[in-house]
C-alpha cells in the first residue's frame, strides 16, 4: 500500500494543482464585444460616364481607425475629418468595384457619421441625399460603435452598360457574423438585390450566361463534395458495383440525377409546399434513404445471389431516394438563386451539372479502390457488410437526430395542388422505370422467338 501511495502521491498533487490554477485563476480581461450580426449595407449605380457606390459600415467594424473620442467613448465630431478619410481608404481597399475585369479607382469620397436611427438607407435616393447634405452638428452625442459609417464613392467608366462587379473581402474571418445587403440599379431592368457575406469575394452584379454557368457549376461541385450525407448515399450506392458492372452504375448514377434534376428545378420554380414542416421532413428522410441502401447492401452481401437480385432495380430505388435529395439540394441552393440574374434555368442545370462532375470524381476514386480492397470475392462481400453496418449505424443516429423536429412544426391539411404535384413528381420515374422493363422485356421476348424458330 506504501509503495502505491507513493507512485500516486504526485500525480494526485499535480492534479490537484492543475485543478486550483483552472478554478482560481482571473479570466482574461474580456475585449470589445462583436455583435451577432453586423450588416452593411450599399448600392451600386451607373449613370452616364460615373459609376455611384454608396455604403453604410456600422461603426463598430471602424475599431481601427482611431476616431478621436471623448469621456466613456463618444466621437469628437468636430475634429473626425482626418480619420473620416482613412476610414475612405480603408473601406475602398477592402470593397473593391470592377469594369469588365478592371479594377476601378474613385475619384471622388464624401463620407459622413451617421446616427443609430438614421433610416435613410431605405432607398437609394435617401442615402445619397443624406450622405451629400450637411453632417451631424459637432454637439451631437455618437458612441463609438452604435452609429454609421456613410460614404459615397465615385468612379470614372467607359460605358454604363459595361460588366460590373463588386469584391467584398471585408472581415473574412467574420463571415458567419457579417453580411452586407447590396442593392445593383441597372440602366434599364429590376433592381437585383444580393446578400453576400465577410470575404465572399468577386460578385457579378449582372452576370452573363457564361459567368452563372462558371458560377453554378463550381457551387454543385462543390455541394456534393461538402455534403458527408450525399457522399454517404452515394458511397451506399457506388461500392456493390465492380468495374466490370460500370454501365450498370451508369444506369444507377443517371436516374439519381435525373431525379433530383426534377425536384430541384420544381423547388426553383416554387412547385413545392412552402411551410415549415417541409425541410425537416425532407432531412429525415434523406437519413432514411442512406440507412435502406446501407442496410441493402448488408442483406445483399449477405444472401445467396441476393447482390444480382437487388442490384438489378437499384436504379428505380434510386430514382426515388433521387427525389428526395433533390429536395435537399435545393434548400441548399436557396440562398445562391440570388446569383443567377436572368439565367435561373440555365444556372439549374449548371448546379445539376456540377453536381454529376462531383458524383464521377467520387466514382473514379471509390471504384478502383474498392477493386483494390476487395480482390477476392468473399473478402469482398465481408467488406462492403462491414462498411455498410458502419454507415448505417451513422445514418441511424441522424434519423433519430432529425426525426424529433418533426413533432414542433405546424402540419398543413390535405393540400390538393401540391399532393397533385408530389404525387406527379414520384410516380414520373416509376412510369419510366415500368415502360423500360416492358420493352426490354418485349425485345427479350422477341429474342427468344426468334432463336427458337429455327430449331423447330
Same mark, same amino acid.
Given at each position: 500500500?506504501?509503495r502505491?501511495?507513493r507512485v500516486l502521491e504526485?500525480?494526485?498533487?499535480?492534479s490537484?494543482a492543475v485543478?486550483?490554477v483552472?478554478v482560481?485563476a482571473?479570466?482574461p480581461?474580456?475585449a470589445?464585444?462583436?455583435? +451577432?450580426?453586423?450588416?452593411l +449595407?450599399g448600392?451600386?449605380k451607373p449613370q452616364?460616364?460615373k459609376?455611384?457606390?454608396?455604403a @453604410?459600415?456600422p461603426l463598430i467594424?471602424? =475599431?481601427?481607425?482611431d476616431? $478621436?473620442?471623448k469621456g466613456?467613448?463618444?466621437?469628437v465630431? %468636430?475634429r473626425?475629418?482626418?480619420?473620416l478619410?482613412?476610414?475612405?481608404?480603408?473601406t475602398?481597399r477592402?470593397?473593391?468595384l470592377?469594369?469588365?475585369?478592371?479594377? *476601378?479607382?474613385? =475619384?471622388?469620397a464624401v463620407?459622413?457619421?451617421s *446616427?443609430?436611427?438614421d433610416?435613410?438607407?431605405?432607398?437609394?435616393?435617401?442615402a445619397l441625399?443624406?450622405i451629400?447634405?450637411p453632417?451631424?452638428? %459637432?454637439s451631437?452625442?455618437?458612441?463609438w +460603435?452604435q452609429g454609421?459609417f456613410?460614404v459615397?464613392?465615385?468612379f470614372p467608366?467607359r460605358?454604363p452598360?459595361? %460588366? !460590373?462587379?463588386l469584391e467584398?473581402?471585408?472581415a473574412?474571418g467574420?463571415s458567419?457574423r457579417l453580411?452586407?445587403i447590396?442593392?445593383? *440599379?441597372p440602366p434599364?431592368?429590376?433592381?437585383?438585390?444580393y446578400e453576400i457575406?465577410?470575404? !465572399?469575394?468577386? /460578385?457579378?452584379?449582372?452576370?452573363?450566361?457564361h459567368?452563372?454557368?462558371?458560377?453554378?457549376?463550381? /457551387?454543385?461541385?462543390s455541394?456534393?463534395l461538402?455534403?458527408i %450525407?450525399?457522399? #454517404?448515399?452515394?458511397?451506399?450506392l457506388?461500392?456493390p458495383?465492380?468495374?466490370?458492372?460500370?454501365?450498370?452504375l451508369?444506369?444507377?448514377?443517371t436516374?439519381?440525377t435525373?431525379?433530383?434534376s426534377?425536384t430541384?428545378?420544381?423547388?426553383a420554380?416554387g #412547385?413545392v409546399?412552402?411551410?415549415?414542416?417541409? $425541410?425537416?421532413?425532407v432531412? =429525415?428522410?434523406i437519413?432514411v434513404?442512406?440507412?435502406?441502401?446501407a442496410?441493402e +447492401?448488408?442483406?445483399?452481401?449477405?444472401?445467396d445471389r441476393?447482390e444480382e437480385?437487388? /442490384?438489378?432495380?437499384?436504379w &428505380?430505388?434510386t430514382?426515388a !431516394?433521387?427525389l428526395?435529395?433533390g429536395f435537399?439540394?435545393?434548400f441548399?441552393?436557396k440562398q445562391d &438563386?440570388?446569383?443567377?440574374?436572368?439565367?435561373?434555368?440555365v444556372?439549374?442545370?449548371?448546379?445539376n451539372l456540377?453536381?454529376?462532375?462531383?458524383q &464521377? /470524381?467520387v466514382l473514379?476514386?471509390?471504384l478502383?479502390?474498392t477493386?483494390v480492397?476487395?480482390?477476392t470475392?468473399?473478402f469482398?462481400?465481408l467488406?462492403i457488410?462491414? #462498411?455498410?453496418?458502419?454507415?448505417?449505424? =451513422?445514418?441511424?443516429?441522424?434519423?433519430?437526430? @432529425?426525426?424529433p423536429d418533426l413533432?414542433y412544426v405546424?402540419?398543413?391539411? !390535405?393540400?390538393r395542388?401540391?399532393?397533385v404535384?408530389?404525387?406527379?413528381l414520384?410516380a #414520373?420515374?416509376v412510369?419510366?422505370g415500368?415502360a423500360a422493363?416492358?420493352?426490354v422485356?418485349r425485345?427479350g421476348v422477341r429474342?427468344?422467338?426468334g432463336q @427458337?424458330? $429455327?430449331a423447330?
Amino acid at each position: 500500500m506504501r509503495r502505491i501511495y507513493r507512485v500516486l502521491e504526485w500525480p494526485v498533487r499535480l492534479s490537484l494543482a492543475v485543478l486550483a490554477v483552472l478554478v482560481f485563476a482571473p479570466a482574461p480581461a474580456p475585449a470589445h464585444d462583436i455583435p +451577432n450580426q453586423i450588416v452593411l +449595407n450599399g448600392f451600386v449605380k451607373p449613370q452616364g460616364q460615373k459609376l455611384h457606390f454608396v455604403a @453604410r459600415v456600422p461603426l463598430i467594424m471602424l =475599431t481601427g481607425m482611431d476616431l $478621436p473620442k471623448k469621456g466613456p467613448g463618444y466621437l469628437v465630431l %468636430d475634429r473626425i475629418d482626418e480619420g473620416l478619410q482613412r476610414s475612405i481608404a480603408a473601406t475602398a481597399r477592402e470593397i473593391g468595384l470592377f469594369e469588365d475585369g478592371v479594377a *476601378l479607382r474613385h =475619384t471622388k469620397a464624401v463620407a459622413r457619421i451617421s *446616427l443609430p436611427s438614421d433610416r435613410s438607407f431605405e432607398s437609394y435616393a435617401a442615402a445619397l441625399a443624406s450622405i451629400e447634405g450637411p453632417p451631424l452638428p %459637432d454637439s451631437e452625442m455618437v458612441f463609438w +460603435n452604435q452609429g454609421y459609417f456613410d460614404v459615397h464613392y465615385e468612379f470614372p467608366i467607359r460605358s454604363p452598360d459595361s %460588366d !460590373f462587379a463588386l469584391e467584398f473581402q471585408v472581415a473574412p474571418g467574420l463571415s458567419g457574423r457579417l453580411k452586407m445587403i447590396l442593392r445593383y *440599379l441597372p440602366p434599364a431592368g429590376a433592381v437585383r438585390a444580393y446578400e453576400i457575406h465577410g470575404g !465572399f469575394g468577386r /460578385l457579378a452584379l449582372d452576370p452573363r450566361w457564361h459567368q452563372a454557368v462558371w458560377s453554378f457549376v463550381k /457551387l454543385g461541385f462543390s455541394h456534393i463534395l461538402d455534403g458527408i %450525407d450525399h457522399l #454517404l448515399f452515394l458511397l451506399c450506392l457506388i461500392v456493390p458495383f465492380g468495374l466490370r458492372q460500370f454501365w450498370k452504375l451508369a444506369a444507377v448514377v443517371t436516374s439519381f440525377t435525373v431525379a433530383h434534376s426534377i425536384t430541384l428545378i420544381a423547388s426553383a420554380l416554387g #412547385l413545392v409546399p412552402a411551410g415549415e414542416w417541409f $425541410p425537416p421532413l425532407v432531412e =429525415t428522410l434523406i437519413a432514411v434513404s442512406i440507412l435502406y441502401m446501407a442496410l441493402e +447492401n448488408i442483406v445483399a452481401m449477405l444472401r445467396d445471389r441476393g447482390e444480382e437480385r437487388i /442490384l438489378r432495380w437499384r436504379w &428505380l430505388v434510386t430514382g426515388a !431516394f433521387g427525389l428526395v435529395h433533390g429536395f435537399g439540394f435545393s434548400f441548399a441552393l436557396k440562398q445562391d &438563386l440570388q446569383f443567377a440574374g436572368d439565367h435561373l434555368l440555365v444556372s439549374l442545370l449548371s448546379f445539376n451539372l456540377g453536381v454529376e462532375l462531383g458524383q &464521377l /470524381l467520387v466514382l473514379a476514386l471509390v471504384l478502383p479502390a474498392t477493386a483494390v480492397l476487395f480482390r477476392t470475392p468473399s473478402f469482398r462481400r465481408l467488406g462492403i457488410a462491414i #462498411l455498410s453496418a458502419f454507415i448505417a449505424h =451513422t445514418a441511424w443516429h441522424w434519423m433519430l437526430e @432529425r426525426a424529433p423536429d418533426l413533432g414542433y412544426v405546424d402540419w398543413p391539411g !390535405f393540400e390538393r395542388e401540391w399532393t397533385v404535384v408530389l404525387i406527379g413528381l414520384a410516380a #414520373l420515374p416509376v412510369l419510366l422505370g415500368g415502360a423500360a422493363w416492358l420493352t426490354v422485356r418485349r425485345l427479350g421476348v422477341r429474342r427468344h422467338i426468334g432463336q @427458337r424458330r $429455327p430449331a423447330e
